[in-house]
């Protein structure tokens, strides 16, 4: 994994475990309202703070451990229903403005040569047993969708 790979990987690790720090949850059910912050799945409310601090929030580490890591998810092979090999995660991608990640797929090629990339959005990508899929899509159907490019002046004519 290239220095940039694993650079962008721990960015996205940290954008998903941040996207629960934005949401305030209740107490677990079950959950004495007197244990520790420590033994609740949920996070207390922030307290007033115009500086946006996170100081204060509590995240469980055991909740987390079962997530999905972002650097074991870039350069994964993603199959189709048929359990053939329809591309790669090139990337993971957190939307500057919130919303939902977006899986960045390298379809096509040899050694990354002559790939396209595609955008789909993460919540397509299933995990069965130790693959990633993407249930109903085929290489050529994958390969069909518009390409992706990083360069931030790209399709602007």
Do not use: C
Not at 50 to 68: A, F, Y
């Amino acid at each position: 994994m290239t220095a940039r790979q694993q650079l962008l990987a721990m960015a996205a690790t940290a954008a998903l475990l941040a996207v629960p720090l934005l949401a305030v949850a209740q107490p677990a059910a079950g959950t004495a309202e007197g244990a520790p912050a420590t033994d609740r799945a949920v996070m207390a409310p922030p307290p007033p703070n115009p500086g946006g601090s996170i100081h204060n929030q509590v995240v469980d580490s055991r909740t987390l451990r079962e997530g999905r890591r972002a650097s074991r998810l870039v350069g994964a092979s993603v199959y189709n229903d048929s359990a053939e090999t329809i591309g790669e995660v090139d990337d993971l991608l957190i939307p500057r403005e919130g919303g939902p990640p977006v899986a960045i797929i390298s379809v096509g090629g040899f050694l990354g040569i002559g790939a396209k990339l595609v955008a789909i959005p993460y919540d397509n990508l299933r995990m069965g047993g130790s693959r990633w899929t993407l249930p109903g899509v085929t290489r050529e159907s994958l390969n069909a969708q518009p390409g992706f490019t990083y360069e931030a002046t790209a399709g602007r004519g």
